[in-house]
């Protein structure tokens, strides 16, 4: 299974034309990357603006709204991010839900409404520091887990991307270990598993995601288990970007 690199730029840069040159920098770097599928996610307003002509490379956004359309302030509809060319939808990420007050249940909605489009959700989940000092991390990890996929057909969750997403470890530099990273995946798949049976197992891709950083890329890499990396303080370098997507080549 192919490896996946995805960037998150969350809210960054601040000028359209500081993204466009971080665009044009990352066309030139990424032309010849065949090992690994590649994701950009830039704020929704770099989104237009931001087409790669590379088939491995596709654009993604950090989050969507259920409803197609409507009297909804301030939302941008899965359907709006479909029309402009995005494949993958990022979903439930933790400054969504910690800073912004997101729960499970509309990460739910989201994942059926990108799922409708034949979009890609990535689902995020991770355990908070105050969880895992409580030894909570399993029991955070699985609530989360069957909370944002209820309701999911159990034929549509192989094509859910999960992404292992330790709250403690994001932009924090103390990035969570490969062996952690590895366990957690594997209760992922047994979770699956249990809720959807053999197939859905089957084709699941499970991500890491927190302070990664070209030095410690290739230690998640190297676990089949791991199907690639959620990449935010580190993707706003698009020279570091490239470097941890080339080091999928060893793979
Ligand atoms: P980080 O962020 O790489 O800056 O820790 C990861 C994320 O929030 O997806």
Same mark, same amino acid.
């Given at each position: 299974?192919?490896?996946?690199?995805?960037?998150?730029?969350? #809210?960054?840069?601040?000028?359209?034309?500081? !993204?466009?040159?971080?665009?044009?920098?990352? @066309?030139?770097?990424?032309?010849?990357?065949?090992?690994? /599928?590649?994701?950009? #996610?830039?704020?929704?307003?770099?989104?237009? *603006?931001?087409?790669?002509?590379?088939?491995?490379?596709?654009?993604? $956004?950090?989050?969507?709204?259920?409803?197609?359309?409507?009297?909804?302030?301030? /939302?941008? $509809?899965?359907?709006?991010?479909?029309?402009?060319?995005?494949?993958?939808?990022?979903?439930?990420?933790? /400054? %969504?839900?910690?800073?912004?007050?997101?729960?499970?249940?509309?990460?739910?909605?989201?994942?059926?409404?990108?799922?409708?489009?034949?979009? =890609?959700?990535?689902? #995020?989940?991770?355990?908070?520091?105050?969880? %895992? @000092?409580? =030894?909570?991390?399993?029991?955070?990890?699985?609530?989360?887990?069957?909370?944002?996929?209820?309701?999911?057909?159990?034929?549509?969750?192989?094509?859910?991307?999960?992404?292992?997403?330790?709250?403690?470890?994001?932009? =924090?530099?103390?990035?969570?270990?490969?062996?952690?990273?590895? =366990?957690? $995946?594997?209760?992922?798949? @047994?979770?699956?598993?249990?809720?959807?049976? %053999?197939?859905?197992?089957?084709?699941?891709?499970?991500?890491?995601?927190?302070?990664? *950083? &070209?030095?410690? !890329?290739?230690?998640?890499?190297?676990?089949? *288990?791991?199907?690639?990396?959620?990449?935010?303080?580190?993707?706003?370098?698009?020279?570091?970007?490239?470097?941890? &997507? @080339?080091?999928?080549?060893?793979?």
């Amino acid at each position: 299974m192919k490896k996946i690199i995805i960037a998150n730029w969350k #809210c960054n840069p601040t000028t359209s034309k500081e !993204a466009q040159k971080m665009i044009s920098f990352l @066309k030139q770097g990424l032309k010849k990357v065949k090992k690994a /599928e590649v994701v950009i #996610c830039p704020p929704f307003v770099y989104l237009a *603006s931001s087409k790669f002509q590379e088939s491995r490379v596709k654009l993604g $956004s950090q989050d969507c709204f259920w409803e197609e359309k409507g009297a909804f302030t301030g /939302e941008i $509809s899965a359907k709006m991010l479909k029309d402009l060319g995005v494949k993958y939808v990022i979903l439930g990420h933790s /400054e %969504r839900r910690y800073i912004f007050g997101e729960t499970s249940e509309s990460v739910a909605k989201k994942v059926k409404a990108v799922l409708n489009l034949s979009l =890609t959700p990535i689902v #995020c989940i991770g355990e908070t520091l105050q969880d %895992r @000092k409580e =030894t909570k991390t399993f029991q955070v990890i699985e609530a989360q887990l069957k909370q944002s996929l209820q309701g999911i057909a159990k034929n549509q969750i192989n094509k859910v991307i999960l992404a292992y997403e330790p709250v403690w470890a994001i932009g =924090t530099g103390n990035n969570c270990s490969s062996d952690e990273a590895l =366990t957690v $995946s594997l209760f992922l798949r @047994k979770l699956i598993l249990n809720i959807a049976g %053999r197939k859905a197992v089957q084709g699941l891709r499970i991500l890491y995601g927190g302070s990664v *950083s &070209v030095d410690n !890329a290739v230690e998640y890499l190297q676990n089949d *288990s791991i199907n690639g990396l959620l990449v935010g303080g580190a993707s706003l370098d698009s020279k570091e970007f490239i470097s941890i &997507v @080339k080091s999928v080549n060893g793979f």
